[in-house]
């Protein structure tokens, strides 16, 4: 199993920035997929963000352009850098991995929230 550890969320105005990071460890597989979701209250589960190592990281619609997803593989950590915040971006930020062979089937499987693996949140709170 995957142990996630997510931090960097706090309070900020609309148009200020936050960068979120996600710690991982435990039984750690080589090319592993990562991800970002988000959800708000009274809101289902969206996915933001996913990485396979080595690979163009994928966006939502939603954030593109403003969050900027990356890996540092030396600390076994993903990151979030979110810019040009806005009050809808207001929501529990959870980070998620899974055991995919291929970008395919990482991105995949993000699209439809099929991960396996989640940490226990890092709240986000944007005011206007």
């Known amino acids: 199993q995957v142990r996630l550890e997510e931090s960097g969320g706090g309070s900020v105005q609309a148009g200020g920035s936050l960068k979120l990071s996600c710690a991982a460890s435990g039984n750690i597989a080589s090319r592993y997929c990562m991800a970002w979701f988000r959800q708000a209250p009274g809101e289902e589960r969206e996915g933001v963000a996913a990485?396979?190592?080595?690979?163009?990281?994928y966006a939502a619609d939603s954030v593109k352009g403003r969050f900027i997803p990356s890996q540092d593989n030396a600390k076994e950590t993903l990151y979030l850098q979110m810019n040009s915040l806005k009050p809808e971006d207001t929501a529990m930020y959870y980070c998620?991995?899974?055991?995919?062979?291929?970008?395919?089937?990482?991105?995949?499987?993000?699209?439809?929230?099929?991960?396996?693996?989640w940490g226990g949140g890092t709240l986000v709170t944007i005011s206007s």
């Open positions: 990485i396979f190592s080595g690979s163009e990281p």
């Open positions: 998620a991995a899974r055991v995919s062979r291929t970008p395919s089937n990482c991105y995949e499987a993000f699209r439809l929230g099929l991960m396996e693996d």
